[in-house]
């Protein structure tokens, strides 16, 4: 019988307990969630080790089932774009506990699709980012949906849409951003 060596990692379980309950308590199937902490994708979520890959693989198995990507709290750095390419939510633990933190100049995440985003802060490490947080290419019809999302510091717009016209954003900030928020 082993324990995880510090408080985050305790937090961390009890976060994907939590989340699967809740999945299930909404009647949501259990193979349809993607925890970006299961040993399956393993993002630390720690600021310091790349979760870039980790955190794209769950993306990749969510797109593949229309499924749901949850992001416990923590801070995960990202190097390079996350792409999202089918209808799915991506859902952090709170709002001001789960940051994605650009470590670079492209844009955070690049959507071309009708994404689902709820709990989280698109952040940019300060000095270093000249591109935009959020980007969406969809098409007419699409139902884009943010709840709770807070894009700052992007070097150009906080969020940037091409196309589409069914977005709805409730309870978002995007501030700090070099160009406009939205």
Known sequence: NTKPADNQSWNSAA???????????????????????????????????????????????????????????????????????????????????????????????????APDFENFILDSDEGVDASVGIHMTTTSGDRVRMKGVYVWRQGSHGVQQDSGNLYSYINCRFRANGGDGL
């Not at 349809?32 to 393993?42: A, M």
């Not at 390079?80 to 001001?96: D, H, S, Y």
């Open 15 to 113: 976060g994907s307990i939590r989340y699967n309950w809740d999945a299930l308590e909404a009647g949501e199937v259990l193979s349809k969630v993607f925890n970006v902490q299961h040993p399956d994708y393993g993002a630390l979520g720690d600021d310091d080790n790349d979760d870039t890959e980790e955190i794209q693989a769950a993306i990749d198995a969510a797109e593949a089932v229309n499924g749901k990507v949850i992001i416990p709290e923590g801070t995960y750095k990202i190097t390079a774009p996350l792409t999202v390419q089918a209808n799915i939510k991506i859902e952090g633990n709170n709002r001001m506990g789960t940051i994605i933190k650009k470590y670079g100049n492209f844009i955070g995440i690049a959507c071309t699709s």
